[in-house]
């Protein structure tokens, strides 16, 4: 059974840095392999954050968190670095895996092409 487990949400004060965690339990990283975090603020749109897949040459990111925000990867944990956080960081953060082909650096935030969910971590940032 794959799961995803996030991990390191809480609270952090304007301008300082947070590291969250995604344990990948039985996903396989080989052929199309691809994780991203995304977040969701109340009455906002989920939102890709950042991307690591074996297709792409590197990760991507949102261009509101780019220079802020690194994803990484060390075995079965995604780690998403934020620092330089920001009050418009708070949002619920969510690691998402896909096994498709589909997901492309043209595509990669296309929430749909995802087929395994976390329960995602709450990040708040106070101002």
């Known amino acids: 059974q794959v799961q995803l487990v996030e991990s390191g949400g809480g609270l952090v004060q304007a301008g300082g840095s947070l590291k969250l965690a995604c344990t990948t339990s039985g996903f396989t990283w080989g052929g199309d392999g691809t994780v991203t975090w995304w977040r969701q603020a109340p009455g906002k749109d989920r939102e890709g954050v950042a991307c690591l897949s074996r297709n792409f040459r590197g990760p991507l990111y949102g261009d509101s968190v780019k220079g802020r925000f690194t994803i990484s990867r060390d075995g079965a944990n995604v780690y998403l670095e934020m620092r330089d956080v920001r009050p418009d960081d708070t949002a619920m953060y969510v690691c998402?895996?896909?096994?498709?082909?589909?997901?492309?650096?043209?595509?990669?935030?296309?929430?749909?092409?995802?087929?395994?969910w976390g329960q995602g971590t709450q990040v708040t940032v106070s101002s």
């Open positions: 998402a895996a896909a096994t498709t082909p589909r997901v492309r650096t043209t595509t990669w935030n296309w929430s749909y092409l995802y087929e395994l």
